[in-house]
């Protein structure tokens, strides 16, 4: 086990932590307490001493496994990321043959963070999926309605 993500109320939260960090002992695992963060609005009074020692995140800044939580500016910067790697891998992967760069693109690059992001933050509406997707069509000959029937999900196929 890696990560590990608790909610409730702080003194539920903190409860779970000491179980988990006796129950791993016994196994031989510790906690990192160097790695842990506690995701709580600013001002939030944390009374617990295990808790007091996370790393402490502002709502509007939390991810869980680099994903943004809310559609706040940490998902703009986040999308940004995704956008500027994925505008270098298109640049480079311009000197390979059309069939080999599809692989890489689909394999590996940005295009799986993509879909976790997609699939895990609150992103319709992103100036940044425009970019994305202008990247994606960069050296197409599609026309727009080309474009648009290539883009349409799978279920649409006619």
Known sequence: MDDVTLGGSQDAVARDVQTVMDVGHEMGLDLNISKCELISHPGYVVSDSTLQSFLQIPVPDAEVLVAPLFPYTVLDTVWSQHCNGFARAVDRLASISSQDALILLRASFTAQRVQHLLRCSPSANKAAL?????????????????????????????
């Open 130 to 158: 425009q970019i994305f997707d202008k990247h994606l069509r960069v050296d197409s000959d599609l026309t727009d309605i080309q474009w648009m029937q290539a883009s349409m999900p799978i279920n649409m196929a006619a």
